[in-house]
């Protein structure tokens, strides 16, 4: 912190390399335990040219499913182990992940462009939808599905379980393209982890139950109630 400035030092867990950025803004998108906030942070190419600013999603984690091995690791490393295993898979997750602490991270901001998150509200905060969503309304639920399954597909083939509490989300963009992407990721785990602990039959089926609920979710959406 320098004359009043808020400062914070962002690793970045490919390169290993750490830059610290101006705090422009802050606010709060969810407050639980995993509290979500939405920063805007000021940066300056070089030591001239104009300052650029880029949002970003900085989320406290806790409340993650750990296997032995990871049990003395800092929470965010769990966390970015993680998003590492399910971008190796071909899963479709958020492009840029910083450390910030040994309890958070940095994301990409699914909503700088001006899209639309639907599902789990780390992005948008809690959709108040009172009537027929005029987004929603114009995707075809059935393709959304089929692309939600392929991922499912992709993640069983991998031996790998989807969080069990709504891992999907589906993001619309301005121009009306959309993708669906694994945004919860912190009770992801490997299957062999996972059946150490439950019978087999726990693990049929699993990732199938995240495309239901995704599909679930936005068929309500889209309808205009409010989603509980």
């Not at 991922?151 to 301005?174: E, G, N, S, T």
């Amino acid at each position: 912190m320098t004359n009043g400035e808020e400062k914070l030092s962002l690793l970045d867990v490919d390169t290993g390399k750490t830059l610290e950025l101006k705090v422009i803004d802050r606010k709060e998108v969810r407050n639980t335990n995993e509290r979500t906030e939405r920063v805007l942070f000021g940066v300056t190419p070089g030591n001239f040219g104009r300052e650029k600013r880029i949002s970003m999603i900085i989320k406290r984690v806790n409340n993650l499913t750990v296997n032995d091995e990871q049990k003395t690791m800092p929470l965010a490393d769990v966390w970015i182990s993680k998003w590492r295993m399910l971008r190796q898979a071909g899963i479709p997750v958020v492009t840029t992940i910083r450390k910030v602490s040994d309890t958070e991270v940095a994301m990409s901001d699914l909503c700088a462009d001006g899209s639309v998150v639907y599902g789990k509200a780390d992005m948008s905060g809690n959709l108040q939808i009172h009537r027929p969503n005029a987004i929603l309304v114009k995707i075809d639920l059935d393709e959304v599905q089929e692309e939600a399954i392929k991922i499912a597909q992709k993640a069983d083939k991998a031996d790998i379980l989807l969080a069990k509490d709504d891992p999907f989300v589906l993001v619309v963009h301005p121009d009306e393209t959309w993708q669906v992407i694994a945004l919860d990721i912190g009770n992801t785990e490997r299957k062999e982890d996972f059946l150490r602990k439950v019978h087999p039959s726990h693990a049929e089926s699993w990732n199938q139950l995240a495309v239901d609920e995704l599909i679930g979710y936005l068929k309500v959406a889209r309808e205009g109630v409010e989603p509980t």
